[in-house]
């Protein structure tokens, strides 16, 4: 039986919270089948940015599809932790500088595959929980 209590995060503590993580997920709908693929990302001008190669996460955001993104943190010794979970519209970022900058905050990818486009979902809705002790 868990010990903790469930919390609704505020706007601003998502926000602290996408800012620790540097690994999220994020979520597509193709044909009607949801994909889900983990990403390096980073925070760029208040919007997820996050760079691919060709295929499906590609495919998706550059028709302007709404995306889910989602971010999370569990110590399962513990029982606690927290999870966010952003909303939005994406789309290709095809502006030199705003790539450029991009890039550079990306520059630690796990995977160096030929990731040349830089895709960014513009947060609509936000959620976020957390688990924590109990009063």
Request: net charge negative.
């Amino acid at each position: 039986m868990s010990s903790g209590k469930l919390e609704v995060l505020s706007a601003e503590e998502c926000l602290a919270r996408l800012g620790q993580a540097k690994v999220g997920r994020v979520g597509v709908c193709i044909g009607g089948t949801p994909e889900i693929f983990p990403v390096n990302f980073a925070i760029l001008d208040g919007a997820i940015v996050f760079r691919t190669g060709e295929g499906t996460k590609l495919h998706a955001a550059t028709r302007r599809n709404v995306l889910a993104f989602e971010v999370d943190d569990f110590d399962d010794e513990v029982q606690h932790g927290w999870s966010v979970l952003v909303t939005g519209p994406s789309d290709e970022i095809t502006d030199p500088d705003d790539i450029h900058a991009a890039r550079n905050l990306l520059s630690g990818t796990w995977v160096p595959a030929d990731r040349y486009h830089v895709l960014t979902i513009v947060p609509e809705r936000m959620t976020g929980r957390r688990i924590t002790e109990r009063d």
